[in-house]
């Protein structure tokens, strides 16, 4: 590749000229050996496929060195990455302890609309972190996320709770409510974010 920069067209037409076509269609990057004869081929390399070795994928069955390298190529994400996750997940955490808490507080409705407000929270910050990371992928993104937004949550929700329980309150039962809020929206959080 390095070398192709230098070349002037008609250098680069005459290389190419030169090299033979790729007739055996294999991929030359992929490293896949069959140990042993078979019919089966990788749809993606071409290469001879040992059928114990086959993934299956919507495009037909391919070798494991695919699937690794999409795999690496899929998830793109670095620390820095992680770390936004992290700080957009504890504020937002926070804010949904705040309105989880609110919503409890309202009385004999709490329990309904905690199980309407729980998800649609959930479905907020996992929407949040989308557009804040566009095209960056984790594959760890939604248990940080989860992490993060219960840690952020916990003052207004679990802290309250364990306050009570201590001081004996005959109203902690009430405090559960916040909890289940939270427990829903971490759970549409991460089966959002682990498509
Ligand atoms: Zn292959």
Redesign the pocket.
């Known amino acids: 590749m390095s070398t192709s920069i230098q070349q002037t067209p008609a250098g680069m037409a005459e290389k190419a000229a030169a090299i033979p076509m790729p007739s055996s269609q294999f991929?030359i990057d992929?490293p896949?050996q069959a140990t042993g004869p078979t019919t089966l081929r990788?749809s993606?390399?071409n290469?001879p496929?040992m059928p114990k070795d086959a993934r299956r994928t919507p495009t037909g069955y391919?070798?494991p060195?695919?699937i690794k390298a999409r795999v690496a190529t899929f998830y793109n994400a670095n620390p820095i990455h992680y770390a936004i996750v992290v700080a957009v997940a504890l504020v937002l955490g926070a804010v949904a302890g705040f309105a989880l808490r609110f919503v409890a507080s309202i009385g004999f409705f709490a329990i309904i609309l905690t199980f309407f407000v729980g998800p649609a929270i959930g479905g907020i910050v996992a929407e949040a972190i989308r557009r804040v990371l566009g095209r960056t992928r984790g594959q760890h993104f939604w248990l940080a996320a989860a992490v993060a937004v219960v840690v952020g949550a916990t003052y207004f929700t679990v802290l309250p709770v364990l306050l009570s329980f201590l001081v004996g309150s005959p109203n902690a039962i009430f405090g559960l409510i916040p909890i289940l809020g939270l427990v829903l929206a971490v759970s549409t959080l991460v089966a959002r974010m682990r498509v």
């Open positions: 991929e992929c896949y990788c993606k390399c290469r496929l391919v070798c060195y695919y």
